[in-house]
């Protein structure tokens, strides 16, 4: 690359001296010395004003006053200069007043005309030269737009392995076979065992699958050839397959090593279903990676790991045996999970003692792998804004809402006093009914300071990973979701727009408890409705009805008198509760923020 360098450069400051040159051969201003005759130069003799006289050759200076440039003129070849100035009637002793000087003639001039003579062609000749070596390039940009375009990673320093993956043990030892198959291949090929050619990482985005494929490379030591299934694809036709065969042809030039291609279903969606047929660039492309993985031989190691969050539109092809033999299910951690994650992203970061990882496991629910990456660095972002120098609980607490509630805090925001006192109440009511209720989660916080578009919320957090809800459950987070409405409605007589997203929530919910988990003993135990249609492979767009308009009917009848017992029900809660409800509102106005413990102790009190 220096060499090219140096040789481009070298010639592009030869074109720049030849054009400079050119410039200044056609541009060349009027800076000749003056001109004379030989009769001129006699007259000026004999009148006393020439001082010297330069004879260069056939070349003769005139020297008048040195403070001037000199005249110049022109003697006949091979005729001494003194007797042409005789012959035009100069005495001996008018040509003794003055001073001659003889100079040996030298080539230098005519070489320096030659030269910048040659300079013109030199400057159009480089105009090629440049020209040739674009359209050179242009063709190697040509031909290469076939290769492929994975990113190798050396395996002599990995940079991750298993340590650095956390939350994901099941995973980690179905891949430990891979590991020690790249390791030692003649361990399973003394038994008669087949490594799987090719490993599906299944999972939800943000769960660690892309560094799962890393880890693997990082503890084989082997080469890892990463891409993704979009850069395979592109508008011309045979490009995609031909970045295929080189990408395969590259990673068996390195054996042992592992090809990574996420969001393999970018280019492995099922087949005949797009607008071009059978016959189109992408699925061109899928019928190449199925005949390159069919071509690995059993003394090539070369193992294929890709990754998707939609596996249910995958081609079948792809993913009968001896392709994807195997498939890798990485869900999001449950809350041991969550405490490792944790760990291994606080590492080399300075905590303060308060700080306790297991009680941010439990408030995390649901988060994956890269949520909590980035609680912890949204709660590093907050400590150096306040000037901490170690992370506090309340950054991680913090950030832990800023990531599950959606945006900051919204303190500028201006709301009069009628309304701050509605969402007081409003929030009172959701979090007095879920204390009362049995089954709703635990309360961690509530709050009248705005949020993204919400003007307060309650906080709830499960004491545990739920895995399995009951009815129970449902008609409780059902009444939950009411309580803030009828709080309003039975406070201020009347009801505000606050409760449009409680509405479609529980309505949502007490829909699919009808239609999808058969929890409604009038309609029985069955599924109304296939709401799992793909609409990008061509299918219906709407969800498609297998019941009759009667059917119909029933459900809305259903869903309604469940949503009408929650609300009968929380209306007498809040009405036998009023006490309680004043209690709550008025601590919220004036602190507008209460913690578990805090509204624990209001309740109690009131």
Not at 70 to 91: D, F, M, Q, S, Y
Not at 350 to 363: F, G
Not at 516 to 540: I, N, T
Not at 548 to 562: F, G, K
Request: charge should be negative; charged fraction near 25%.
């Amino acid at each position: 690359m220096n060499a090219n360098w140096s040789r481009n450069a070298f010639v592009y400051l030869l074109i720049l001296v030849a054009g400079a040159a050119l410039f200044l051969n056609i541009y060349r201003p009027d800076q000749s010395p003056q001109q004379i005759s030989l009769s001129q130069l006699a007259d000026a003799i004999r009148k006393g004003t020439v001082q010297s006289i330069r004879v260069n050759g056939p070349e003769i200076q005139v020297i008048v006053d040195e403070n001037q440039p000199p005249l110049i003129t022109r003697r006949e070849a091979n005729v001494p200069l003194t007797e042409t100035l005789v012959g035009l009637g100069v005495t001996p002793q008018q040509m003794a007043r003055v001073r001659l000087h003889y100079e040996a003639p030298g080539n230098s001039g005519n070489w320096f005309a030659l030269l910048l003579n040659l300079l013109p062609i030199i400057f159009i000749a480089g105009l090629f030269l440049i020209l040739f070596r674009q359209s050179q390039g242009s063709n190697n940009q040509a031909l290469s737009f076939g290769k492929s375009k994975a990113r190798l990673f050396t395996g002599d320093k990995p940079t991750v392995t298993f340590a650095d993956v956390a939350g994901s043990d099941e995973a980690k030892m179905e891949l430990q076979e891979i590991v020690e198959f790249l390791k030692e291949p003649q361990k399973f090929a003394a038994l008669g065992a087949r490594i799987p050619k090719g490993v599906l990482l299944v999972g939800p985005p943000g769960t660690g699958k892309t560094l799962m494929a890393k880890a693997v490379s990082g503890e084989a030591g082997v080469p890892f050839f990463s891409i993704s299934g979009s850069e395979f694809v592109e508008m011309f036709v045979g490009v995609g397959a031909s970045r295929v065969r080189d990408l395969f042809e590259q990673a068996k030039r390195n054996s042992p090593c592992i090809i990574f291609i996420d969001e393999i279903d970018a280019v492995g969606r099922y087949r005949g279903t797009g607008l071009g047929g059978s016959h189109d660039e992408r699925e061109q492309t899928l019928n190449q990676i199925l005949v390159e993985m069919d071509g690995f031989g059993t003394d090539t190691n070369v193992i294929l790991i890709a990754a998707t969050n939609r596996p249910d539109i995958l081609d079948p092809a792809l993913l009968r045996p001896g392709r994807f033999d195997r498939r890798v299910t990485m869900d999001r951690p449950d809350v041991n999970g969550r405490m490792e994650i944790l760990k291994v992203h606080v590492r080399g970061k300075p905590l303060a003692p308060d700080v306790d990882l297991e009680v941010i496991a439990r408030q995390t629910p649901g988060f994956a792998g890269a949520d909590l990456e980035n609680v912890v660095n949204e709660a590093a972002i907050y400590a150096a804004r306040r000037n901490k120098r170690m992370i506090g609980m309340a950054e991680l607490q913090e950030a832990v809402e800023r990531i599950g509630l959606g945006g900051p805090e919204r303190r500028s925001r201006l709301m009069s006093e009628r309304e701050r006192r509605v969402v007081a109440y409003h929030e009172a009511g959701h979090a007095l009914v879920a204390r009362l209720c049995e089954h709703a989660d635990p309360i961690q916080k509530i709050t009248i300071v705005p949020r993204s578009s919400a003007a307060g919320y309650v906080w709830q957090i499960s004491e545990h990973d739920r895995v399995l809800n009951n009815r129970s459950y449902f008609h409780d987070r059902i009444a939950t979701a009411l309580g803030g409405r009828v709080a309003e409605e039975i406070v201020f007589g009347e009801i505000t727009t606050g409760a449009s997203g409680d509405i479609q929530m529980l309505t949502s919910m007490a829909r699919a408890m009808v239609t999808k988990y058969g929890m409604s003993e009038a309609m029985g135990p069955l599924q109304f409705g296939q709401q799992d249609e793909l609409v990008f492979l061509g299918r219906e767009l709407a969800e498609q009805r297998n019941y009759s308009e009667e059917v119909a009917e029933l459900i809305d009848a259903e869903v309604r008198r469940i949503v009408d017992e929650a609300y009968t029900r929380v209306r007498a809660m809040i009405s036998s509760n009023l006490d309680k409800l004043h209690a709550i509102a008025h601590a919220l106005l004036d602190r507008e923020t209460l913690n578990n413990e805090e509204f624990e102790a209001v309740f109690q009190a009131a």
